[in-house]
């Protein structure tokens, strides 16, 4: 029986899954849930996550949530993109972790400033701050990728999900890799991917 994703495809964290899906060939069932779909305030939504958030995976009725656990579940589950080696699962792990602990804060700030908010709720200022800490964290990301291919090691790992998809998020929000030599030939690498370009280049823009 295929999957069932509770969650919205505008969502970075649904994407994550989604991407992974497409790329491992796994069937899944997407049900619009969050931004403007609403429904995650249901007795029945917070049953399964009492956060309210997106995304959520039902797999058979095993319910979990939280996206990067999702990830790891699907990957173990489905044996695609496990890393047996440890010192190399340990440093996908660390840029999974700084994904969403470090670069998704700010990424996340400018997406409700500049895209999800209602207008009159929208703050420039907040903006602006947010796109400054993105800008010093693609510094980051950018002279890490000096050194090799993709995230980890010269390959593509369960680490390039996460930071593809909060990357490809910039751009949605008029920032350039242009001055981002290596994160500019990574994000070239990713996008022509057909999983990428199937789930994360066609998903619509928060809070759709
Ligand atoms: N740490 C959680 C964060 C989940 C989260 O914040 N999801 C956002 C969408 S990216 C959400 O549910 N926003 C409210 C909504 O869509 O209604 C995860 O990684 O799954």
Same mark, same amino acid.
């Given at each position: 029986?295929?999957?069932?994703?509770?969650?919205?495809?505008?969502?970075?964290?649904? =994407?994550?899954? *989604?991407?992974?899906?497409?790329?491992? *060939?796994?069937?899944? +069932?997407?049900? *619009?849930?969050?931004?403007?779909?609403?429904?995650? =305030?249901?007795?029945?939504?917070?049953?399964?996550?009492?956060?309210?958030?997106?995304?959520?995976?039902?797999?058979? *009725?095993? +319910?979990?949530?939280?996206?990067?656990?999702?990830?790891?579940?699907?990957?173990?589950?489905?044996? #695609?993109?496990?890393?047996?080696?440890?010192? #190399?699962?340990?440093? #996908?792990?660390?840029?999974?972790?700084?994904?969403?602990?470090?670069?998704?804060?700010?990424?996340?700030?400018?997406?409700?400033?500049?895209?999800?908010?209602? =207008?009159?709720?929208?703050?420039?200022?907040?903006?602006?701050?947010?796109?400054?800490?993105?800008?010093?964290?693609?510094?980051?990301?950018?002279?890490?990728?000096?050194?090799?291919?993709?995230?980890?090691?010269?390959?593509?790992?369960?680490?390039?999900?996460?930071?593809? +998809?909060?990357?490809?998020?910039?751009?949605?929000?008029?920032?350039?890799?242009?001055?981002?030599?290596? +994160?500019?030939?990574?994000?070239?690498?990713?996008?022509?991917?057909?999983?990428? =370009?199937?789930?994360?280049?066609?998903?619509?823009?928060?809070?759709?």
């Amino acid at each position: 029986m295929a999957i069932k994703i509770y969650g919205r495809l505008s969502s970075a964290n649904v =994407q994550k899954i *989604n991407w992974f899906c497409e790329y491992a *060939n796994i069937s899944v +069932i997407n049900l *619009n849930y969050g931004g403007v779909h609403g429904k995650t =305030q249901t007795t029945e939504f917070k049953e399964m996550n009492p956060n309210s958030r997106v995304p959520v995976l039902d797999d058979n *009725n095993f +319910i979990l949530y939280e996206s990067n656990a999702i990830l790891r579940y699907l990957s173990k589950k489905f044996d #695609i993109l496990v890393e047996d080696k440890l010192e #190399i699962s340990g440093k #996908i792990d660390q840029w999974i972790d700084w994904g969403s602990f470090t670069f998704a804060s700010p990424c996340s700030l400018l997406t409700a400033h500049k895209l999800s908010l209602p =207008q009159d709720l929208r703050d420039e200022l907040i903006a602006d701050k947010a796109k400054n800490d993105i800008l010093s964290l693609l510094k980051i990301l950018n002279n890490h990728l000096a050194k090799q291919d993709f995230i980890v090691h010269e390959k593509f790992s369960l680490a390039d999900i996460p930071l593809g +998809i909060w990357c490809h998020r910039c751009t949605n929000l008029g920032i350039s890799f242009d001055t981002l030599t290596n +994160i500019n030939n990574w994000y070239l690498k990713l996008s022509k991917m057909n999983s990428f =370009q199937k789930i994360v280049a066609s998903s619509p823009l928060p809070p759709n």
